[in-house]
Structures are given as structure tokens and as C-alpha cells.
């Protein structure tokens, strides 16, 4: 199965990137649009991987602080859309955190850099330079999730498996 650790987001924060994505949607020829269900921030991507007793151990494993999330700006790269979150140490270093934990228990992802922002849109095609309004919301992260993604009915489904409380 397909799966990845997350940071869920609150309402308020996933009413601002709808908010965010309509207006994309209005000056875009086309695009895969992310549904409000599916909003979340990425903090590791494991990929097909089958044992999920294992990723739980490697996620309990992981001792955090809770913080602050903020959006902060935008942007793109080439056809992809996101929101930028503003710039926290505690959110890079429970990223760093549940990397150590994965490699440690000898768990595979993808080990590029993390890079903290919300996927908005994917394979937008438009006929002028879109530029996003800034965006402000934030919430307060107090744990993470195990993800797992399915395609069911044509469409890309993501379902918590399990939820890491932290508590600092």
C-alpha cells in the first residue's frame, strides 16, 4: 500500500486553500485540483510499503514539541501549485525526527530535502502568469498522521491509519 506522514490540517486552515484553489481554478485552462478532503502537509513519503505495525513503532518512536503552523505566501513550480508555510524550527525538526526514526528502523522514503508546503493543484495549464494573494491562517499541530492513498472510484482517497500525539 501507498503511504506517507502527515500533518492534518484544521478547517480554518483548509477553508483558506480552497479559497486559494478556486481562484486558481478561475484563471486556469485546466488542472487536478487537491479536494478539500485530501489537504495536508507531507512529512515523509514512503511510498508502496507493507508493513504498517512497523511505521507505527517507528512513529511512536518520535518525541515532539507541539507548535504553530502558519501559511505564508505561494507560488509554483512549473505546473504545480502550493502554499508555503511561514518558517518554524519545530515543524523541520519533527520532519527531521520521523526521517531518523524511519531510517533507523530501516523503513524507505523519499529522502529529498523536506521542503514544507501544501499541494494545491497539479498539471495546471493556463495562458497567463497566476499570481496566488497572500493567504494567512494557522493552527496549532499537536501530532501526525499515517496516510495511506488509494485510488477508489477514479478518484485519489486519502485515510488516516494511525495518529501520533504530541504533547511538548
Known sequence: ???????NLN???KNELIKQTDLLKKVSLRGNFSRRENLHLTLAFIGEYGN?????RAMDEVEADCFELSLCGGGNFGSLYWIGLKKEPLLDELA???RKSLAKNGIPFDG????????IAREVITDTKINLPPCQSKMHVDG??????DRINGKLTYTRIY???ITG
Open 144 to 149: 501526525f498522521s499515517l496516510m495511506r492513498s
Open 52 to 56: 504498517i505495525d512497523a511505521v507505527k
Open 112 to 119: 529529498k530535502p523536506f521542503s514544507p508546503h501544501i499541494t
Open 1 to 7: 500500500m501507498r503511504l506517507f506522514i502527515a500533518v
Open 163 to 165: 495518529r501520533k500525539e
Open 11 to 13: 478547517d480554518q486552515i
Open 96 to 98: 527531521s525526527k520521523i
